[in-house]
């Protein structure tokens, strides 16, 4: 059974840091992982997706990564601002898409 | 890019009675629709999986006589919960397939907030 985690579960940074979420997942039999933004009582915007066949994915100043073998997938963020404060959400699409609990971004000015 | 939508954006209704969600691909076929729920400050939680011409496939502990899922037609995926009651209240996203080339890729809706009272 896929198991998916985020880490850290919240984070807070002040505005212009550089920032790395994490997600692990416990089987690597997948066909993608999808990075999404979450704001509060919205819908999901994706951000990033990276099929199994490749290891990273980049826009603007997002980069996300993956490392099937290790079960790993990091979103790195640049030059974060406030605008960027949302909850990110992983998703691993294997036979079924398992998402994570999230990491609750707070960028302060 | 490939759109799902998704009615009513918002719905509230009182306990006992029923609600249809209706997600919809819009600009493509879809065989296979997924439904989930998203509890306050919680993660999504797959529901079922729609099947377009056959019957849902119901993760577990999931209610299929609570949450009806009718996937008739490669474009409309609908969930009816049943005589809702106030801890059916959540947010349910629905998200549907679009097969490229040997893969795949999945859109989804911007949900639909259910309050019932």
């Known amino acids: 059974k896929q198991e998916v985690t985020q880490i850290p579960a919240a984070l807070s940074v002040p505005e212009g840091e550089n920032l790395v979420l994490n997600c692990s997942f416990t089987d690597s039999a997948i066909y993608n992982l999808q990075w999404f933004r979450q704001d509060p009582g919205k819908g999901l915007t994706s951000l990033l997706l990276?099929?199994?066949?490749?290891r990273e994915q980049t826009s603007g100043r997002l980069n996300a990564s993956l490392d099937k073998s290790s079960g790993r997938s990091t979103l790195y963020i640049a030059a974060s601002q406030p605008g960027d404060s949302a909850t990110y959400l992983c998703?691993?699409?294997?036979?079924?898409?398992?998402f994570g609990a999230g990491t609750r971004l707070f960028v302060k000015a | 890019g490939a759109v799902v939508s998704q009615h009513p954006s918002r719905v509230i209704c009182k306990s006992g009675t029923s609600v249809k969600i209706e997600c919809r691909s819009l600009d493509f076929q879809a065989t296979t629709m997924f439904w989930y729920r998203q509890f306050p400050k919680q993660s999504l939680m797959l529901m079922a999986t729609s099947n377009e011409g056959s019957k849902a496939t119901y993760e577990q502990g999931v209610e299929k006589d609570k949450f009806l899922i009718n996937h008739a037609s490669l474009t409309l995926s609908t969930l009816t919960v049943t005589s809702a009651h106030p801890e059916d209240s959540s947010f349910y996203i629905c998200?549907?397939?679009?097969?490229?080339?040997?893969?795949?890729?999945?859109?989804f809706g911007p949900g639909t907030r259910l309050t019932v009272t």
């Open positions: 990276i099929q199994s066949s490749q």
């Open positions: 998200s549907a397939i679009l097969l490229i080339g040997g893969g795949n890729e999945q859109y």
């Open positions: 998703a691993v699409t294997g036979f079924k898409t398992i």
